[in-house]
């Protein structure tokens, strides 16, 4: 039996929202970044949709990496799960385990602490220093302003609707105290198109503004610990800008999280 396309759906997320984030990991996390920046190798990563094989693979050069669609021509690891929704399960924290074929082992334990490392975005992840909190944030912001722009491309039809009428808008994230978090991302939106990005887009005003006080409120926010009207109550995030605009890309990124955690 086929995957579904909500497995399908949230394969590509991963695949085009979740893995490129690896790079916030490997400049970021001081282990993993000593571990990786030596490395010169492709890893190929996929699973069976029926007998059609769905895949991406990362492309490490000394600290680098380059997630590319598709399967690889000689990958020096593969790891590949029987079902989509096997692949979905693991990468969502729960068990489940590819076949494996690689020519060094040591790259294997590499690349697995790597992939264990996104875990830190699941909801019962809870560091306790202020760089793993950071950390965190981070790689939760800048995952979800590209699923928010994947949701699009992929053509989902609520998201769609959403962005076709909306001229040039930026919906931009940022993390204070910002000279220290370096936490910010965007949205943008134009006409139907999307594009994420990372930093605070310089061109134009934001259409909507979520500032987040303190990393710590932004950690309770992105976990659901509290709603985000709350959040606003509590001193946790304020949005500047259009309000009926931010509760609607809200609730996509609450749609986006479900998903993929």
Not at 49 to 66: P, R, T, V, W, Y
Not at 88 to 94: D, E, I, L, W
Not at 149 to 169: F, I, L
Request: hydrophobic residues 45%; positive net charge; charged residues 25%.
């Amino acid at each position: 039996m086929g995957a579904t396309k909500e497995d399908l759906l949230a394969a590509n997320l991963f695949f085009k929202a979740v893995f490129p984030v690896m790079q916030v990991l490997l400049d970021d996390d001081p282990k993993i970044h000593k571990s990786f920046e030596d490395v010169a190798a492709t890893v190929q990563i996929g699973a069976f949709n029926d007998s059609e094989l769905m895949a991406c693979h990362l492309i490490f050069d000394h600290g680098k990496i380059q997630v590319v669609q598709g399967p690889a021509e000689n990958p020096d690891l593969k790891l590949t799960f029987k079902t989509i929704d096997k692949m979905n399960t693991m990468f969502r924290g729960g068990m489940a385990l590819p076949g494996m074929k690689f020519k060094s082992v040591g790259l294997l334990i590499k690349v697995l602490s790597l992939l264990m490392g996104l875990k830190l975005m699941m909801p019962n992840s809870k560091p306790k220093d202020l760089a793993g909190k950071t950390l965190k944030v981070k790689l939760s912001l800048y995952m979800i302003t590209r699923a928010l722009s994947v949701y699009n491309k992929e053509g989902n039809p609520d998201m769609v609707s959403w962005t076709t009428h909306q001229p040039d808008r930026i919906y931009q994230f940022i993390v204070e105290p910002y000279e220290e978090t370096k936490v910010a991302c965007y949205l943008r939106v134009k006409a139907g198109k999307t594009k994420s990005g990372h930093g605070i887009y310089e061109r134009r005003t934001p259409f909507v503004l979520f500032h987040f006080f303190s990393v710590d409120g932004a950690l309770k926010v992105l976990g659901k610990e509290v709603a985000f009207v709350e959040g606003v109550e509590k001193h946790c995030v304020e949005t500047v800008g259009s309000p009926e605009y931010a509760c609607q890309l809200n609730d996509f990124m609450a749609v986006l999280q479900a998903m993929l955690t």
